[in-house]
C-alpha cells in the first residue's frame, strides 16, 4: 500500500506541484491546480477562513519572575 509520502515523492518527481495544506499535513495527499498561487485559490481561502474562526488561541504564558 503506498503512503501519503510516496505521493508527494512520485508527485515532485512528474513536476506537479503539491498543495502547501498537503505539505503541512492538514489535509490528506492533495495537487496544486494554481502553479502555488495561493493568493488566488479558492481552496486557500476556504481554509484560512475555516483556520481563522475555528481555531481558539493559546493562552498567554505568564512571565517569570
Same mark, same amino acid.
Given at each position: 500500500?503506498?503512503?501519503?509520502?510516496?505521493?508527494?515523492?512520485?508527485?515532485?518527481v512528474i513536476g506537479v506541484p503539491i498543495c502547501i495544506?498537503?505539505?503541512?499535513?492538514v489535509?490528506?495527499?492533495?495537487?496544486?491546480?494554481?502553479? =502555488?498561487?495561493?493568493?488566488?485559490? =479558492?481552496?486557500?481561502?476556504?481554509m484560512m477562513d475555516f483556520y481563522a474562526y475555528n481555531v481558539t488561541p493559546l493562552p498567554a504564558v505568564p512571565n517569570a519572575a
Open positions: 500500500m503506498k503512503t501519503t509520502k510516496d505521493k508527494r515523492v512520485r508527485a515532485k495544506w498537503s505539505e503541512a499535513g489535509v490528506s495527499s492533495r495537487s496544486c491546480t494554481r502553479q =502555488l498561487d495561493c493568493e488566488r485559490c =479558492l481552496f486557500d481561502q476556504n
